[in-house]
């Protein structure tokens, strides 16, 4: 599997309208791949979860969210991940492009740790082994920090200056 192919296995369950209904679609894809292409997956996933792993993504899932966590911004990148490819490579060049999605999709977006681990989740059932250890594992070379500028949690301005129109839309969360 490339990566076209990961968004392509992707793309068709976008328009779920329930994170139970998009989870199931997935998780049926990725049962019809091989063993091979699961592996694939799984490192192509990585690799778009570190790709996402910026502070100005991370300000916007803050921003949304009145706040994120680690463990939080790693189920919002996830999420972005499962709007597809062109809300994802929108959304890593430029985070404020989110808010061209529902508010409603917005504050799901930290639902998502199962996504995390569905591809090994398929992939164990198959073979009684973890994805980890098999040998088409590629060495990826994760990020230790963000890439980008850091920004401090209690500094409204330098949320709302990243992403103005994200903080525009969930003002009142901030203002409560």
Request: net charge negative.
């Amino acid at each position: 599997m490339n990566e076209q192919q990961f968004w392509d296995l992707i793309q068709p369950t976008v328009g779920a309208e329930r994170i139970e209904t998009q989870m199931e679609l997935l998780y049926n894809a990725l049962n019809e791949q091989s063993t091979g292409d699961l592996v694939d997956f799984h490192n192509i996933f990585l690799e778009q979860m570190d790709r996402a792993y910026t502070w100005d993504l991370w300000a916007a899932a803050y921003t949304i969210h009145g706040g994120c966590s680690d463990d939080g911004f790693m189920d919002f990148r996830a999420w972005l991940i499962t709007r597809g490819k062109d809300v994802f490579e929108k959304a890593v060049a430029e985070p404020d492009s989110l808010v061209a999605l529902s508010k409603e999709k917005l504050l799901d977006s930290l639902d998502w740790e199962e996504f995390n681990y569905l591809a090994a989740e398929v992939y164990e059932e198959r073979t009684e082994k973890d994805i980890e250890d098999d040998e088409r594992n590629r060495d990826i070379d994760f990020r230790e920090d963000p890439a980008g500028m850091e920004w401090e949690e209690d500094d409204l301005n330098a949320l709302k200056d990243r992403n103005p129109q994200l903080f525009e839309l969930f003002r009142s969360e901030w203002e409560a």
